[in-house]
Nanobody
C-alpha cells in the first residue's frame, strides 16, 4: 500500500518562500512519477509540477515556472517542492501524488496524500 505524507505548509507573506515535503512509503518507487497539485477554494485541482524518480526529469505548470522547483531525495523517498516569490494566488491545499510513469493530469494519478495548506498573505 502506497502512503504519501505531505508537510511544510503554512502561512507566508507575499514574495516569501516555503518548502513542501512528501514522504513516500510502501513500495519501490523507481518506476514511479511524483506530482504536486493544488486546489484553491471553489476551484478544480490543478497540476503544479512533476518529477520521475529514476531520471529526475521534471515538468512545471506555466504559472509556477521560474518560481517553484521540484526535487527528490531517493535515499529518503522524499519529494520536495521549493516555492519562491509566492503570491496570494498560490494559496491552496497542495497535494502530493504518485503513479507508474509520469503524468500531468489529476486523473492519471493513483495515490494521493492528505494535502497541506499554503496560505500567502499580502
Amino acid at each position: 500500500q502506497v502512503q504519501l505524507v505531505e508537510s511544510g505548509g503554512g502561512l507566508v507573506q507575499a514574495v516569501g518562500s516555503l518548502r513542501l515535503s512528501c514522504v513516500a512509503s510502501g513500495r519501490t518507487f523507481s518506476p514511479y512519477g511524483m506530482g504536486w497539485f493544488r486546489q484553491a477554494p471553489g476551484k478544480e485541482r490543478d497540476f503544479v509540477a512533476a518529477i520521475t524518480w529514476s531520471s529526475g526529469t521534471s515538468y512545471y505548470a506555466d504559472s509556477v515556472k521560474g518560481r517553484f522547483t521540484i526535487a527528490k531525495d531517493n535515499a529518503e523517498n522524499t519529494v520536495y517542492l521549493q516555492m519562491s516569490s509566492l503570491q496570494p494566488e498560490d494559496t491552496a491545499v497542495y497535494y502530493c501524488a504518485a503513479r507508474m510513469g509520469l503524468g500531468l493530469l489529476v486523473r492519471e494519478y493513483d495515490y494521493w496524500g492528505q494535502g497541506t495548506q499554503v496560505t500567502v498573505s499580502l
